[in-house]
Nanobody, 124 residues
């Protein structure tokens, strides 16, 4: 089992920045992939970004490329999502997740463990 706890959400004006954190505990592995998703009410969970625990390889959705940066601190078992140039359409709940495979996936059903989510609100 892997437990995930997100933090760092909040309210920011358009054009501003927020940094989300996801602390992992339990049976983590250097082969796992950590991902960030977001989900608006009534919509499917949308892939945002992913990173491999053991390296620096990252993968981003086109909608956030160039604005968001995913990173990790292995010593702290924590993954971060730095969000810059935020837009009102970025408003939603953000979740971190663990994929136990070694291949990058963008579908929510490929991820095995989820955090509880953190709300991000961008005002116009």
């Amino acid at each position: 089992q892997v437990q995930l706890v997100e933090s760092g959400g909040g309210l920011v004006q358009a054009g501003g920045s927020l940094s989300l954190s996801c602390a992992a505990s339990g049976r983590t592995s250097s082969t796992y992939i950590m991902g960030w998703f977001r989900q608006a009410p009534g919509k499917e969970r949308e892939f945002v970004a992913a990173i491999r625990w053991s390296g620096s390889v990252t993968y981003y959705a086109d909608s956030v490329k160039g604005r968001f940066t995913i990173s990790r601190d292995n010593a702290k078992n924590t993954v971060y999502l730095q969000m810059n140039s935020l837009k009102p359409e970025d408003t939603t709940v953000y979740y971190c997740a663990v994929d136990r495979s070694i291949v990058f996936h963008t579908g929510q059903h490929d991820y095995d463990y989820w955090g509880q989510g953190t709300q991000v609100t961008v005002s116009s």
